[in-house]
């Protein structure tokens, strides 16, 4: 076999190629998904078995807050799915010009995810208050780091803006949109 097409072999990584960014970056993806899923049906299942206390707890959000948050979230991925679209065309300008828009409103997603926690904190809420809030910081916190995360990626990718990066990184950022309009209904209106 010759040294080409040892390379070629060695970048099958058969479904997972044809999809956009590097297939390593599908690997995580579909790792973390199956983990939100997992902490999903967690917290659907003992909300069942705790109807009261999740309903309580549930009781204290602000939906309005986590709906925001939602806006923000879509809208950020909204703008990285173009900045992809830009680099496509040739615009690096417009690219990093997007990916900056879409990283700040991933900022703008934590601020609002810190002003909730330190409500929560000045009433008194915290992870041990009861079974709900345990799992809701539990959530929401694994998914902030995912957006933190995300963050930095979309910052790399805007550095070193080729097109299998963007795809890279967009893709990682569409999932931390994805798992958030799950987690927001269950969490925050569901019950």
Request: hydrophobic share 55%; with cysteine.
């Amino acid at each position: 076999m010759t040294e080409r097409a040892m390379a070629a072999a060695q970048e099958d990584w058969g479904a997972l190629s044809d999809l956009p960014g590097h297939p390593m970056m599908w690997v995580l993806i579909l790792t973390e998904v199956v983990t939100f899923g997992l902490l999903f049906v967690t917290f659907a299942v003992t909300g069942a078995i705790h109807p009261d206390v999740f309903a309580a707890g549930q009781a204290q959000l602000d939906p309005d807050l986590g709906g925001l948050n939602t806006l923000v979230l879509i809208t950020s991925g909204w703008l990285a799915a173009l900045a992809v679209d830009a680099r496509t065309t040739g615009r690096r300008g417009t690219t990093r010009m997007l990916l900056a828009g879409s990283a700040t409103l991933g900022c703008i997603f934590v601020i609002i995810k810190f002003a909730e926690y330190a409500a929560k904190a000045s009433a008194g809420i915290g992870l041990e208050t009861d079974t709900f809030f345990t799992l809701y910081f539990l959530l929401t916190g694994f998914h902030l780091l995912h957006v933190v995360l995300g963050i930095v990626i979309l910052a790399a990718v805007g550095l070193y803006d080729s097109l299998e990066n963007l795809k890279t990184g967009t893709a990682f950022w569409h999932m931390v949109d994805l798992v958030w309009v799950v987690m927001y209904p269950l969490i925050y209106l569901v019950g």
